[in-house]
């Protein structure tokens, strides 16, 4: 079976990546972005023990997640518009992880506190600064820190980021640095421990993993090509 066949692969690649960083086995998290995939192909990876799942649109992730088992976990890995939070929030992800600017996390604060919930999430950086991403540049995350760590219902996990797409894997390491010299920084001001570095993608996993990911979001090394672009 191919979707499995191509988990197995990736596992030992995962593996493979944590030795030769010296990082402990199982300490980065698989999460299998199945955006475009329809539940029979997420059913062949969880078949396969394949438990956390990622989805970037907020609609399709609700017309998927009620028809997979329970024990799934899932992470909203796209954009956010302000006015879908709420429905967000009650759709439970476990990790809201794109979350750009800081009216966005204002407002999942906001709506999480209405709810009696708290929003678990990750700040999106944008580490090469490329003018038409999204996400924090360094130094706006730096500024509006303060502001981010004071809103009272929200759990601030760690940062994720999506850089520019390069040929050669290599050419995303000085952006995965960067994003854990980012996260060094803030933990070091305080006062949150910020466990997770979200980064890595089919194209370059490996690469993230050497350079401190806790979480790798591959899509079409374990499902396939898609038909439709990401975002
Ligand atoms: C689609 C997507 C991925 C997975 O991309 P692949 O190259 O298919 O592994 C990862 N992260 C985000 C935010 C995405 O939208």
């Not at 969880?46 to 956390?52: E, I, K, P, S």
């Not at 909203?76 to 009216?103: H, M, T, W, Y």
């Not at 940062?159 to 070091?188: H, N, Q, S, V, Y």
């Amino acid at each position: 079976m191919y979707i499995q066949d191509q988990l197995a692969e990736i596992r030992a690649a995962i593996a493979a990546a944590e030795r030769r960083a010296g990082r402990p086995a199982g300490s980065v998290q698989l999460l299998a972005v199945s955006k475009t995939f329809p539940v029979e192909d997420i059913m062949h990876a969880y078949r396969d023990g394949q438990r956390d799942f990622g989805e970037n649109r907020l609609q399709e992730a609700m017309g998927k997640m009620p028809e997979m088992p329970a024990d799934c976990t899932w992470h909203l890995i796209g954009p956010l518009q302000r006015n879908k939070v709420r429905k967000a929030l009650e759709q439970g992800f476990a990790l809201i992880e794109a979350v750009d600017s800081l009216r966005l996390a204002e407002s999942i604060s906001r709506i999480a506190g209405e709810l009696g919930t708290t929003g678990r999430i990750l700040l999106e950086v944008n580490v090469d600064a490329e003018e038409s991403k999204h996400g924090f540049t360094p130094q706006g995350l730096l500024d509006d820190w303060p502001a981010l760590t004071a809103l009272p219902h929200l759990d601030i996990r760690g940062l994720m980021c999506i850089p520019a797409p390069t040929e050669d894997p290599e050419g995303a390491r000085p952006a995965f640095a960067a994003l854990r010299g980012l996260a060094e920084k803030l933990r070091a001001i305080g006062p949150l421990p910020l466990p997770e570095l979200s980064m890595g993608m089919s194209h370059d996993f490996p690469v993230a993993v050497e350079e401190g990911a806790t979480i790798v979001r591959v899509g079409s090394a374990i499902f396939g090509r898609r038909t439709y672009p990401a975002r």
